[in-house]
């Protein structure tokens, strides 16, 4: 089983739709939650960055992490057809060996006019 | 440049060949990592450089990979007698922090061993 589990899709939904992407994981350890947004052919981005339990909001993302649940989200409110794109979740543990990070596999996300 | 660089973009190779695989940094940042990203697979973690202290090595699939950082800014990531598993992209990173996730990630370099 890997530590990080993510449904890789694809999702396709209609232009302003509310989008809930998640991750669970099994590491008790982990402490950083991060969701890159990584579009085709390129590198992945940061998104959003939460630590600990709880939520954040930026613009049209909010993140969301429930560690008793050990399952975090990222939604995506009035999407938009330039937010088609794989989102990768990942996280790290509280330590100080760098920010060798664990990824999911990704969710494409296809937004459509 | 500003953002990390990776070259070559794109490598064909034959199987049982060494390739070399070059990444250049954001100027600054300390921390270099290099991932493997196969399709159908989140980011597979290889290694990890910090300053001047030793490389994480953790993460490298088999002997065959090594990867070595010079003057602490351009780093090589050397895959001796290529496979066919080792088909994927390779991504470095960089990053001038240790306490958040911010890793900044160039293009990549798309293997293909034939």
């Known amino acids: 089983q890997k530590e990080v589990e993510q449904d890789p899709g694809p999702l396709s939904v209609p232009e302003g739709a509310i989008v809930s992407l998640n991750c669970t994981y099994s590491?008790?350890?982990?402490?950083?939650f991060m969701w890159y947004r990584q579009y085709s052919r390129k590198g992945p981005e940061l998104l959003m960055y939460?630590?600990?339990?709880g939520n954040k909001e930026d613009g049209r993302f909010t993140a969301q992490v429930d560690k008793s649940s050990k399952y975090i989200s990222l939604f995506i409110r009035d999407s938009q057809p330039s937010d088609s794109a794989t989102y990768l979740c990942a996280m790290s543990p509280l330590t100080g060996g760098g920010n060798k990070l664990t990824f999911g596999t990704g969710t494409q996300l296809k937004v459509e006019l | 440049g500003a953002g990390v660089s990776q070259s070559p973009s794109n490598k064909v190779t034959e199987k049982g060949k060494d390739v070399e695989l070059r990444c250049d940094p954001i100027s600054g940042h300390t921390a270099l990592y290099w991932y493997r990203q196969s399709l159908g697979q989140g980011l597979e973690f290889l290694i990890y450089?910090?300053?001047?202290?030793?490389?994480?090595k953790s993460g490298l699939p088999s002997d065959r990979f090594s990867a070595e950082r010079t003057g602490g800014s351009v780093s090589t990531l050397t895959i001796q007698r290529t496979q066919q598993e080792d088909s994927a992209v390779y991504l470095c990173?960089?990053?001038?922090?240790?306490?958040?996730?911010?890793?900044?990630f160039g293009e990549g370099s798309r293997l293909t061993v034939l």
């Open positions: 990173a960089s990053s001038s922090r240790r306490d958040t996730g911010e890793l900044f």
């Open positions: 939460t630590y600990s339990s």
């Open positions: 450089f910090q300053g001047n202290s030793a490389p994480d």
């Open positions: 590491n008790s350890a982990f402490q950083y």
